[in-house]
C-alpha cells in the first residue's frame, strides 16, 4: 500500500508542477484509479485535449510500467 500512497504522491507532483491551479483528486486503489483533475487550464481546450495534456505529463509513468491503469476526468473550477 506505500508504494501506491507513493504513486499518487508521484501523480500529483507531476501535474501541479506543470499545471500550477490544478487540483487532483483521487478515487479507488491500485488496480482501480480514478483521478479528478480540476484546473482552469482545461477552460479553452476540448475534453480530448484536456485529457491528453494530462496523460502526457505521465507518459513516462506508463512507459516504465509503474502505472498501467487509470481513469481520468477533467473539470474546470
Known sequence: ML????????????IT???PDAKCIFEGDSCNLR???TSDTFIDMSLINQH???MKLLENKFE???LH???????IF
Open 3 to 14: 508504494v501506491f500512497h507513493k504513486m499518487k504522491e508521484t501523480i500529483n507532483k507531476i
Open 52 to 54: 491528453k495534456t494530462v
Open 35 to 37: 483521478l479528478i483533475v
Open 64 to 66: 516504465s510500467g509503474e
Open 17 to 19: 508542477e506543470n499545471i
Open 69 to 75: 491503469a487509470l481513469s481520468l476526468e477533467t473539470k
